[in-house]
């Protein structure tokens, strides 16, 4: 996926949560959510680039927690030990994506890096284990 490929496919998945689940703009730029939601099975590392391009470009912090809760918290649901390295040097040098990571709720079956996320993110886990 090039660039501008990248870029039109954040921007679609932007307008389509700005819009809300029940606006036709949503179902118009559903491709976008779609391709979202597919990432953690079929390109991990591509979703990775995308949520942080995402994080770096758009300060709305009522559409990056709906990044965190969504494609976020999937993909460290399924790759969290491999990516918390990444997550952990992240958290530490920008602020905007710490605070994204409040919004990521894992349980500690979810991950073996349970414990490294929430210590990265500043925060107590939400869930009590």
Known sequence: MNQSEREKL?????????AGTESP???E????????????????ELLWELI??????????KL???????????LMC?????????VEKEASSNPIFKNTMKHVWLESNDTNAFSRFYEAAGIEPPFNE
């Open 29 to 44: 730029n559903w491709w976008a959510v779609e391709t979202f939601l597919n990432l953690p099975e079929e390109d991990p």
């Open 52 to 61: 942080l391009e995402t994080i770096n470009k758009e300060k709305n912090k």
């Open 10 to 18: 954040i921007s679609a998945w932007l307008i389509a949560h700005e």
């Open 25 to 27: 703009i949503y179902e």
């Open 64 to 74: 990056l927690s709906y990044l965190a809760a969504g494609p976020f918290e999937d």
């Open 78 to 86: 399924k790759y969290g030990t491999e990516l918390i390295e990444r």
